[in-house]
């Protein structure tokens, strides 16, 4: 149930509000969190019924764990060798299940390879979400391991886990930060601020999503797929298409996910704060996937010593982060590489950091922007030889004009849209900048209002069209 389809948008969604809020009314506090927490399970088990086992095993173990971990903290006082062995049992059972599902079949494709086995794939299904609620879990074992979790609830705990507009793609979200919203007697009542900034808000996502990132990702694909080698001007225009499809695909999960938690009164970190306006890679991070590039920095990096270490090793320590970040999305060696990539380009600005070279914005800008193009190629390829083929053609090797096939490519339309993009990643601000809450003083006036009313109706007249006449595309981030 894709959060731009017209089952969820004007069936799921209604249900899903309604009862929350009338329970919340009738004074039914908890059983309004169990609605949500029973919806979000619903919404989570509509792709594949049997993984609901999965994700219903994984908050037993680590409710009861870290229920068990709060309370030897909340009676020591301090941390103890009982309650650091539980964190340890809580981490690796985690991180088991999601090696299990996400890797095995990518170790048994490199065991066969190095050792000429021909051991049969396990070609498991990878359950929706995995990735993320596998590290919003263990963020919540180590934060009870830090500083305990006094909310000992069964059912507070699962909406947590599943609430449904960051379950399957983010942002990674605090027990801390969260469900003191959903405690808040406050929240509970409908609030039509919210639920009118939060529906404005989906929409500027759906619009992303349906109109610019479906729409190029159809001619990206097309060049990906391509049987016939790219010329140099039809790889790097592939290699752009790509580049915001991803961007304004993951911009616009991000939006709606936003925009949702608000229509619960429930606020949501941001997650996406126009990355490809970036001057250097480290702001890169800092504006994509934030909440993941924060996760990765508390429980990675500093763990491995962060910057407290001797200059050789915080070098060490960066690159270690960005490589557990690249395999975190996807079982491959692209991934690997992307990551390293990525890895090598932060030490490097860090060097060039500590040297005190600093290019001028403008430089810094293009080179951020060119290197984030390049990388995502392998992020994209299907294995490395398809990288491969794909950065040859980018170099020229294939030719540098336009080929036979450059009008099925690369029609008019195509570059025009990819120009439109270009200007909206450069250029616009975020999406809350855009609907005023970035501060936001509560109020939106008449002009305004009537402004984004237009701009609502304008894109569920548009979701509910592209649903009829196209095959309903995936968010890209629901694969890693």
């Given amino acids: 149930m894709l959060f731009s389809s017209p089952v969820f948008i004007y069936a799921f969604l209604p249900i899903a509000l309604v009862g929350y809020f009338l329970l919340a ?61 539980l964190l340890l049992i809580g981490i690796v059972l985690n991180v088991a299940g999601l090696v299990y599902f996400k890797y095995t079949d990518f170790f048994i494709e490199t065991f066969n390879t190095l050792s000429g086995s021909q051991l049969a794939a396990l070609n498991l299904l990878l359950p929706l979400g995995i990735s993320f609620f596998t590290f919003t879990q263990i963020a919540y074992l180590v934060d009870c391991s830090r500083s305990g979790v006094r909310d000992y609830n069964l059912i507070n705990y699962t909406l947590f886990v599943t609430f449904f507009p960051h379950l399957i793609a983010g942002p990674i979200v605090h027990h801390k930060d969260l469900m003191p919203q959903f405690a808040s007697t406050g929240n509970l ?64 999960y991000s939006d709606m996910a936003i925009g949702l938690g608000l229509m619960f009164n429930i606020s949501l970190p941001l997650n996406f704060n126009s990355p490809y306006q970036a001057r250097n890679i480290q702001d890169f991070w800092r504006r994509w996937h934030m909440t993941l590039s924060s996760w990765l920095r508390d429980y990675i990096y500093i763990p491995l010593g962060g910057k407290r270490a001797a200059l050789p090793r915080i070098y060490f320590n960066l690159f270690a982060t960005f490589l557990i970040g690249g395999i975190w999305h996807g079982a491959g060696w692209t991934f690997l590489i992307w990551g390293a990539l990525h890895g090598s380009a932060v030490v490097l600005h860090r060097y060039w950091q500590d040297l005190g070279i600093r290019l001028p914005g403008w430089l810094g800008w293009a080179v951020t922007f060119l290197f984030v193009n390049f990388a995502w190629v392998f992020f994209r390829a299907e294995d490395l030889p ?95």
């Fill in 25 to 85: 009314r009738l004074q039914q506090g908890t059983f309004s969190r169990l609605w949500l927490a029973a919806a979000s399970l619903f919404f989570y088990g509509y792709w594949e019924p049997k993984y609901l086992l999965l994700i219903g095993l994984s908050i037993i173990v680590n409710y009861v764990l870290g229920t068990r971990i709060s309370r030897v903290l909340m009676a020591a006082g301090r941390p103890s060798a009982y309650s650091r062995g």
């Fill in 189 to 252: 009542r409908f609030r039509l601020d919210n639920f009118s900034l939060g529906l404005f808000i989906f929409a500027i996502g759906l619009i992303k999503k349906l109109l610019i990132a479906d729409n190029l990702g159809q001619w990206a694909n097309a060049g990906y797929a391509s049987a016939q080698a790219l010329t140099m001007i039809e790889a790097w225009s592939t290699s752009l298409l790509y580049s915001f499809q991803l961007y304004f695909d993951f911009s616009g």
């Fill in 386 to 480: 398809a990288a491969q083929r794909m950065l040859s053609s980018m170099f020229g090797l294939s030719g540098t004009g336009l080929g036979y096939a450059a009008g099925d490519l690369l029609p008019l339309e195509a570059m025009l849209a990819l120009g439109l993009a270009a200007l909206l990643a450069f250029l616009a601000p975020n999406s809350q900048q855009i609907a005023g809450i970035a501060p936001y003083d509560g109020r939106l006036r008449f002009k305004e209002g009537l402004l984004a009313a237009l701009l609502v109706g304008f894109a569920f007249f548009y979701a509910m069209v592209a649903q009829i006449q196209n095959t309903p595309s995936d968010f890209l981030y629901f694969n890693f």
